[in-house]
């Protein structure tokens, strides 16, 4: 690649990764482009927010109409038609029932939001005894305290363990690691029944709620729940008076057929958290949906005790509306299903050929796949060796962007996201896969 013109050697800025990165010249569709003149595919739509590609012109003409009117009215001062039109569409894509929403900016804000609207319903109905809400391991729900004590991911979580309330876990369903059948409706029910066992071990009258991501996201690498779990999960919580969040950060917003991802599955949320998608890059954006009678019951209590300066942003609103819209007219849920189903399909063929391969996994266009020492052993390669960041590289400096995370909760494993917008054509999931390949040769030349 050449040189880019505006790259130093010192930056003001500081984030997670030890690469040097280009600076960002424009973005258009799945294509990123550097102030160099070159190009990335992207492959994994950022941290899977881009979901209906770059520079949408109807969405930035969206945001524009809207900058020309206001660019922000305080929530508690003024109603904005932007933020009303997009609850009433965020809702119309909900359960029945859920017709109340909460903006955000952002994923971890809304888990914030979602745990403790919980636990206020709680109080608000005389059941203050219920404040634990029960997640799994691993997980990964958010950067806030609050969402990071229910987020099984020791990495992030371990340095701040003496400053929060670290919640009660169960194991996630991870069929394949534990070497179960995904399909078999008994391994559903297996996971499902230690949810029913950790609210009878914490006792029934302390949990408030269980929070669960529909497909995994960053923590166990787009894990689809076995036959069965969903439906399960929603008897249980139901059964003890637990109420039942879905974080739909990752899951929602389309990739996996519908706006909310569960919607693949029988089991209506209480409350749902959903970011990335909804915004789509476009603006910072998160929203809570909630049922109406919780909502109602918080606020004949004296009030929803919480609040961001920015929640329900007017421009954000406008950007999340026109995303949704667009979303639509384009069937870009038919196509994410159709290229995602092609796409998975060519990963899976990858096995043949590079036996590091473990598995492949995934729905729609939220798909990611495992890399291991052994396959048959499932034994990821030494922690030291940093095989998440090694093919990582590899196809960066190829023009591809993937998305990889530790898969065993943290400090070791490696599994790799493979989500690109859900615009991708035909011929554009080939270009992908062959700058992957390429990366997978270079990668397998280094292995220990």
């Not at 609207?117 to 203050?128: D, E, F, P």
């Amino acid at each position: 690649m050449s040189t880019d013109p505006l790259r130093n050697d010192k930056s003001y800025l500081f984030y997670q990764t030890e690469h040097p990165r280009p600076v960002l010249d424009r973005a258009e569709g799945i294509y990123m482009y550097d102030m160099g003149g070159n190009r990335w595919i992207d492959g994994s739509s950022g941290a899977m927010v881009c979901n209906i590609g770059h520079s949408n012109p109807a969405v930035l003409a969206a945001m524009k109409r809207q900058m020309d009117r206001s660019t922000f009215g305080y929530r508690l001062h003024f109603v904005t038609e932007a933020s009303e039109k997009l609850a009433e569409k965020l809702s119309s894509h909900a359960w029945p029932g859920m017709d109340r929403v909460f903006f955000v900016s952002g994923g971890s804000e809304a888990t914030e939001t979602a745990i403790k609207l919980a636990r206020q319903h709680a109080i608000a109905v005389g059941q203050s005894s219920r404040w634990k809400i029960i997640s799994r391991w691993p997980s990964y729900h958010g950067c806030t305290l609050g969402a990071l004590a229910v987020s099984g991911y020791d990495q992030l979580t371990d340095p701040f363990l003496p400053m929060m309330q670290v919640m009660p876990k169960i194991p996630a369903p991870r069929a394949w690691l534990d070497g179960l059948d995904p399909a078999d409706p008994a391994t559903g029910a297996h996971y499902a029944a230690m949810l029913e066992a950790k609210i009878i071990e914490e006792g029934p009258e302390t949990v408030c709620a269980f929070i669960v991501e529909p497909v995994g996201g960053a923590s166990t690498g787009a894990l689809p729940p076995p036959a069965g779990y969903m439906e399960a999960i929603r008897e249980i919580c139901t059964r003890y008076g637990v109420l039942l969040i879905h974080d739909e950060v990752m899951s929602g917003g389309g990739r996996l057929g519908h706006m909310l991802g569960a919607k693949n599955w029988n089991a209506p949320a209480d409350i749902v958290a959903m970011s990335k998608g909804l915004g789509a890059g476009y603006v910072p954006l998160g929203a809570v949906i909630a049922r109406g009678d919780l909502v109602e019951a918080v606020l004949a209590d004296g009030g929803f005790r919480h609040g961001f300066t920015y929640a329900g942003n007017p421009i954000a609103c406008a950007a999340g509306l026109a995303v949704i819209e667009e979303i639509e007219r384009q069937d870009m849920m038919g196509n994410a299903l159709n290229m995602g189903a092609l796409l998975q399909d060519r990963l899976r063929a990858l096995m043949d050929r590079f036996e590091f391969i473990g598995d492949v996994r995934g729905m729609g266009l939220l798909l990611a796949f495992e890399v291991v020492a052994d396959r048959k052993t499932k034994e990821p390669f030494p922690a030291a060796f940093r095989a998440f960041d090694r093919l990582t590289e590899h196809a960066y400096q190829r023009g591809l962007v993937i998305y990889p995370r530790r898969s065993r909760g943290g400090y070791s494993g490696d599994h790799f996201h493979v989500a690109p917008p859900m615009i991708i054509t035909e011929a554009q999931v080939d270009e992908l896969m062959a700058i992957l390949v390429d990366a997978l040769v270079a990668f397998a030349k280094e292995l220990p």
